[in-house]
């Protein structure tokens, strides 16, 4: 696992933990455009994914999702 701050790159860019507790990990993850992640498997954790600049495409089960930045005057 990464340490604070130390950025890890990926063949789709990079991400960097910002935050560590026993109980969950906040990383900022930057995708380069038309590049993808594989499809993880979560049975013990969950995900929670904001989308901050541009469109993501996600999967989860066999639902497939559209994720935006969101409009703060709506």
Same mark, same amino acid.
Request: net charge positive; proline share 4%.
């Given at each position: ?18 935050? +560590? ?5 906040? #990383?900022?993850?930057? *995708?380069?455009? $038309? ?19 541009? +469109? ?5 089960? #066999?639902?497939?999702? *559209?994720?935006? $930045? ?5």
């Amino acid at each position: 696992m990464a340490n604070i701050n130390e950025v890890v790159h990926k063949p789709w860019s990079s991400y960097k933990n910002i935050f +560590i507790s026993h109980n969950f990990i906040v #990383k900022i993850l930057t *995708i380069n455009p $038309k590049c993808k992640i594989s499809l993880q498997y979560r049975s013990k954790r969950a995900e929670h994914w904001v989308v901050t600049e541009g +469109i993501a495409f996600a999967t989860k089960g #066999k639902s497939e999702f *559209i994720l935006k $930045k969101k409009n703060p005057h709506t």
